[in-house]
């Protein structure tokens, strides 16, 4: 099982960068495809990037060019960076562990963080 921890959100101004961290419990986290979804108020949870066991990654074309996924297995963490950002980026953020190695869906993924609240300001 896979304890996962979000942290780096906070209010930011347009234009602005934020990083935000995921730290994963247990020592089989490079076994894990992982992921970053968002979900605004109203709206359904949407996917953001993904990155797969040999460090590949893929993002949404609403975030491709701005947002960078990474991981380091060394300590049992995902990264997003967030760059330019949007006030439409505005969501609680949250990231998951597939066993699977990764997926643009939800429903892929057997392990969830509480999420970290990220609010751009126009």
């Known amino acids: 099982q896979v304890q996962l921890v979000e942290s780096g959100g906070r209010l930011v101004q347009a234009g602005g960068s934020l990083k935000l961290s995921c730290a994963a419990s247990?020592?089989?986290?490079?076994?894990?495809?992982m992921g970053w979804f968002r979900q605004a108020p109203g709206k359904e949870r949407e996917f953001v990037a993904v990155i797969d066991l040999n460090g590949s990654a893929a993002y949404a074309d609403s975030v491709k060019g701005r947002f960078t996924i990474s991981r380091d297995n060394a300590k049992n963490t995902v990264y997003l960076q967030m760059n330019s950002l949007k006030p439409e980026d505005t969501a609680v953020y949250y990231c998951a562990a597939d066993t699977g190695g990764g997926s643009y869906y939800y429903t892929a993924y057997e392990y969830w963080g509480q999420g970290t609240q990220v609010t751009v300001s126009s």
């Open positions: 247990g020592r089989t986290f490079s076994r894990y495809g």
